[in-house]
């Protein structure tokens, strides 16, 4: 398996990349009763985004597209900071909304199941 690191910095215009990312979004609790045959819809990640920002106290400050990086198109980027420091967990970028969303859901996991992040 994958570190969430290399996880971050996939590609998907890759299929196969795709399929690892919804592979490790299975893994997050309330995403895991999603069969294999579909990807998970962006609204199951959007609410466990939303669940882990209240219980874990970090959140996504800034959510950007950047127009001029690619001639084809956005390429998104998501700021994950700690609400207890307000430090910056990670930049997460990727090619569609959808992308960054799934991430941001796996970088939040990874800090959670690390025990890094925690409310206070």
């Known amino acids: 398996m994958a570190t969430t690191k290399q996880i971050m ?4 215009r890759e299929q196969k ?3 690892i990312i919804q ?3 299975r893994q997050i609790k ?3 009763r999603y069969s294999d045959e579909c990807d998970i819809p962006f609204e199951a990640i959007e609410k466990a985004i ?6 874990y106290n970090m959140r996504i400050r800034d959510f950007v597209p950047d127009v001029w990086s690619n001639a084809k198109g956005a390429i998104w980027r998501a700021t994950l ?3 207890n420091t307000l430090k ?3 930049l997460i970028y990727g090619l569609s909304v959808y992308e960054v969303f799934a991430k941001s859901a796996i970088r939040m996991y990874a800090e959670v199941r690390n025990g890094i992040s925690t409310r206070k």
């Not at 910095?9 to 998907?12: F, N």
């Not at 939303?50 to 219980?55: A, D, F, P, Q, T």
């Open 81 to 83: 900071i700690d609400d």
């Open 50 to 55: 939303v669940v882990m920002e209240k219980k």
């Open 30 to 32: 309330p995403l895991s």
């Open 88 to 90: 910056t967990i990670e």
């Open 9 to 12: 910095q996939l590609d998907c």
């Open 23 to 25: 592979k490790v979004l």
């Open 17 to 19: 990349n795709c399929e």
